[in-house]
């Protein structure tokens, strides 16, 4: 049969502490990396959805899923906002989207996103492997535009976005192929399922027929 070097379901698991132990602080880390990996690439993601949606020919239809992700971006910032997109000037709907990615005064930008991304990444270096440090650091180094945002070009930030979503495939399958399967790379596996759980059920909600 399988073999693993878990315990079967119901046995009693006695508490110790040896030097092996993962301490608390690191799987701290550890999982709240998995989230803020997989929190930064759905805003990645949204957001490329809707810079394309915005940019290209809009009819009906996509003019009804740019105002479901323009809410999408709204709630993952922490702002409650009704308005529909096709009430927005285009101008304002782009300063938004911007403001979603770069502004670092924004708890749900993209930037803070990052921000805590690297904070958490640094702290648990030595429990990473140096492929998985290298794909973080480029994540952060492609992100910051070398002109002014108000100056960058919303075809620039696509391909960014792109580049940085493949990025974040790449952290995905370092960590899944190269992490020994130990207590650290259980809690940074939890941490994505946790927020891909957490996301799915926030924004279900914004899809649905408002009563």
């Known amino acids: 049969g399988p073999v693993a070097l878990l315990q079967p379901p119901g046995v009693p698991i006695t508490p110790r502490r040896c030097g092996n132990d993962l301490p608390s602080r ?35 239809s996509q003019v009804g899923q740019l105002t479901v992700l323009f809410r999408a971006m709204d709630q993952a910032a922490g702002i409650d906002n009704e308005q529909p997109a096709a009430a927005i000037e285009p101008q304002e709907v782009e300063a938004r989207i911007m403001s979603h990615l770069y502004d670092p005064q924004q ?22 492997s140096l492929d998985t440090w ?52 259980q809690f940074l596996e939890l941490g994505p399922r946790i927020e891909r759980a957490v996301g799915a059920v926030s924004y279900t909600h914004l899809t649905l027929p408002t009563t």
């Open 26 to 60: 690191v799987a701290d880390n550890l999982f709240w990396l998995g989230r803020h990996v997989e929190r930064a690439e759905g805003s990645a993601r949204l957001m490329r959805s809707s810079l394309i949606r915005l940019i290209s020919e809009s009819g009906p």
């Open 107 to 128: 708890p749900g930008s993209l930037h803070s996103m990052l921000d805590s991304l690297e904070r958490v990444a640094t702290a648990v270096r030595d429990r990473i």
């Open 134 to 185: 290298r794909i973080l650091q480029r994540i952060d180094d492609d992100f910051y535009p070398s002109n002014p945002p108000s100056l960058v070009s919303l075809g620039d930030v696509v391909a960014m976005l792109n580049q940085m979503i493949l990025n974040f495939s790449a952290f995905s399958g370092v960590a899944m192929e190269n992490m020994t399967r130990g207590p650290g790379w």
